[in-house]
């Protein structure tokens, strides 16, 4: 069950690798807000899943609501700032 | 417990600092720098350092880009793209020296969780015991924070406030 | 229980896959933006759910649902302030060359 686990985890950092391709490459700023966007899912994930490895859900499991919390709180600000400024 | 999955981890990390410093636009920089600080956290949290991991998460992946970003829109400068002239050649050449310098001194530090190491057997135990009849706190983490270390601590939320209230006064927006 | 949570992680991890390869692949913001909000979403909720059905009834699981319920909502929304950004900026949606 642990080695399942841990190939899951490889196989999501690997998945953010592509998101952070899409980061690094994106045309315009929407495609870099995206890509950030999809790495932040993939983390939350992430950290539960360690969590559960570790068999100590209850500490990753603050991390991950905490994170997801702010994580709202910014990337509305970015598209905010974005959506009153225009392209940069 | 014995996989090593800080490997991708710190490949991820190494990557997204590279691109924060390498791209174009403060915006994308910023947004970079949020996604290398919780690659950070990720790390911390594997290596066992939930409460460091949680503390780098909010305060370098949420509140740091949302400072960032008013910081940017408060000050509104003209050009928001970076033009970065090459580096001189004496910091290529002396920051990889120094570089090689610390692997060269973390060689003797001891393997991460050693049970042999000088932390683990003196520093660990002694805290891990004495903590509670010391303090009567039942968080070790918590007594050593606030009761060894109380006016570190103090003098550490000072500087946080008054960085705080400096920050609300450069950002204030003039009514007039 | 055990091969319940293990098919619901799986079938979440196809549905993140396909949505790494769509960030990848799509030709432009709008298109892509379906790939990040919708099969995001499902694989994140497929994979959580696994994970609370491995985790057993506690109160871990509670908190778990409450993070699947905060993913489930956060990240279409997120999408659609992006896309409205993006739309505001004055980029057109991406069409086929007429050949």
């Keep these: 069950m642990k080695t399942f686990f841990f190939l899951v985890l490889l196989v999501l950092a690997i998945l953010i690798g592509a ?8 045309p315009t700023i929407f495609d870099r807000l995206l890509g950030l966007n999809g790495i932040s899912t ?11 490895v570790f068999e100590r859900v209850d500490m990753f499991i603050d991390i991950s609501t905490g994170y997801a919390l702010l994580n709202l709180v910014g990337a509305l600000a970015v598209a905010k700032y974005l959506e009153q400024k225009g392209l940069p | 417990m014995t996989f090593s999955f800080e490997i991708p981890l710190l490949l ?30 990720l790390v911390w949290a594997w290596l066992g350092a939930v409460d460091v991991a949680f503390v780098e998460a909010v305060v370098g992946a949420g509140l740091a880009t949302v400072l960032f970003l008013l910081t940017l829109f408060g000050t509104a400068p003209k050009v928001s793209r970076l033009r970065l002239p090459p580096p001189p050649m004496a910091a290529l050449v002396s920051l990889p020296l120094l570089g090689l310098l610390l692997l060269y001194a973390a060689n003797d530090l ?54 705080g209230i400096a920050c609300a006064l450069l950002l204030r927006r003039h009514s007039s | 229980m055990d091969i319940l949570s293990v098919l619901f992680i799986l ?60 993913l489930y909502i956060q990240n279409p929304v997120i999408t659609h302030a992006t896309i409205r950004a993006a739309l505001r900026a004055g980029l057109k949606p991406w069409r086929r060359r007429p050949s």
Aim: a negative charge; glycine letters at 6%; hydrophobic letters at 55%.
């Design chain 1, 19 to 26: 998101y952070l391709y899409r980061v690094l490459q994106g």
């Design chain 2, 12 to 41: 991820l990390l190494l990557v997204t600092a590279v691109g924060a410093v390498l791209v174009e636009d403060l915006i994308s920089a910023i947004l970079l720098l949020g996604s290398y600080s919780f690659f950070l956290a």
């Design chain 1, 42 to 52: 993939k983390a939350i994930i992430l950290l539960v899943l360690m969590g559960t």
């Design chain 3, 11 to 70: 079938a979440g991890l196809f549905f993140l896959i396909v949505a790494a390869i769509g960030v990848i692949r799509l030709p432009d913001v709008f298109s892509r933006a379906h790939a990040v909000s919708l099969t995001d979403s499902l694989g994140a909720f497929l994979m959580l759910v696994g994970l609370a059905l491995h985790e057993g009834l506690s109160k871990n699981n509670l908190k778990i649902i409450a993070v699947l319920a905060l």
């Design chain 2, 110 to 163: 001891p393997q991460f969780g050693d049970p042999q190491s000088p932390p683990s057997t003196h520093i660990s135990p002694t805290y891990l015991e004495q903590s509670y009849q010391d303090t009567h706190t039942p968080n070790v983490v918590t007594s050593i924070l606030m009761d060894y270390r109380s006016l570190d601590t103090m003098i550490e939320t000072v500087v946080i406030f008054t960085a």
